[in-house]
């Protein structure tokens, strides 16, 4: 009877995790109002709107800059709690770790070998 308790606490969670996103929804679409015209069917972008040809060559390179960034930026945040907890840790948590941080190596090279932190 116990365990039947623990599940019917995921079951309220998962039902009400399913209504609180779509309320709002379904009110939304009951309540606003429905007057179409030829701007709200416009797709919108921010700015002004151009002129002439907006054809823009945009270098992947600096996408790329970015995204390794970005991945080791999140990445160092997994390494907080693993360093802050270094003294109590067992030897598979460690070695965790230094398997993370291999990766992480393995990855900043393999960046560094195809020019990927190369600034052009």
């Given at each position: 009877m116990n365990v039947l308790n623990?599940?019917?606490?995921?079951?309220?969670?998962?039902?009400?995790?399913?209504?609180f996103p779509t309320l709002p929804v379904a009110?939304?679409?009951?309540v606003a109002p429905?007057?179409?015209?030829?701007?709200?069917?416009?797709?919108?972008?921010?700015?002004?709107?151009?002129?002439g040809?907006?054809?823009?060559?945009?270098k992947v390179q600096y996408y790329i800059y970015g995204l390794v960034f970005l991945v080791f930026d999140v990445e160092l945040i997994f390494?907080?709690?693993?360093?802050?907890?270094?003294?109590?840790?067992?030897?598979f948590a460690f070695g965790a770790g230094l398997l993370f941080i291999f990766l992480l190596i393995d990855a900043l090279i393999y960046?560094?070998?195809k020019?990927?932190?190369e600034w052009i």
């Open positions: 623990e599940w019917a606490f995921i079951g309220v969670f998962l039902a009400i995790s399913w209504i009110l939304a679409m009951l429905k007057k179409a015209n030829s701007i709200k069917i416009e797709t919108y972008e921010c700015g002004v709107e151009t002129v040809d907006t054809w823009v060559q945009f390494l907080f709690p693993w360093a802050l907890a270094y003294n109590q840790l067992d030897f960046a560094w070998k020019d990927a932190l």
